[in-house]
């Protein structure tokens, strides 16, 4: 048609940098020769940047010329590319030791042993002796010994704590507080050294046998004797016997 221009078919594509270039140079054209412009254009693996800088009609062009810049894609330096790689590895040796030394375990695996099953191990580990039937635990006690004894029995007779020397230095003379001890030639017998020792009955049935009993016979002896354990040391070693 008359007074349309139409572009010929023969002719290429106007290719990007083209317009670009044409771009930069209608802005440049468009701008007063007394003023500053400053026009970059940058391309870059990201895209197209474009920067102008201020302008002032008072001071002359630092930047007259325009630049611009063939797109380029920046490729990293063989220092960085080294570096780089140093660290991937590194990432990974350290991923990989992770791994190995705390596997991920399930919370089911970490849960505490119950109350109830500790004790049964631990009672299920006693020997039968110290094992008790209704799940407690059995301490064995050791039983006192006859000096024990002969001092927790003192306030029984009157006397307090400081008539106890007097009596283990007699009955340790007599028996040294053994409760089978026999004279092969009179016949007393046990801890006070009864004569008979069948007296003791007074006081047990098991005088044979047991401390406690001698020694409550034994103590009730002294009171009607001599009064008091040290009266009847005193006795011993004056005549020895009492």
Known sequence: MPGRRTTPRHRAPQTLKTRV??????V?????SSTATRTAVALGTAGLAVGVGALSSDAAPKHPAVAVVDPVVQRPSAEVSEQAGSLLAAHADTSRRRAGADPRVSRSQIR??????QRATKAASLPP???????SMTKSVAPPTPREVAMSLLPSQGWDSGQFSCLDA???????WNPYAENSTSGAYGIPQALPGSKMATSGGDWATNPTTQIEWGLNYIRLSYGSPCGAWYHSESYGWY
């Open 28 to 32: 440049a054209g468009l701008a007063p």
């Open 170 to 176: 007699l009955w340790t003379k007599e028996s040294d």
């Open 112 to 117: 505490p042993v119950l109350l109830k099953d």
């Open 21 to 26: 270039n044409r771009l930069v140079g209608d």
């Open 129 to 135: 002796s110290r094992q008790s039937l209704g799940g």
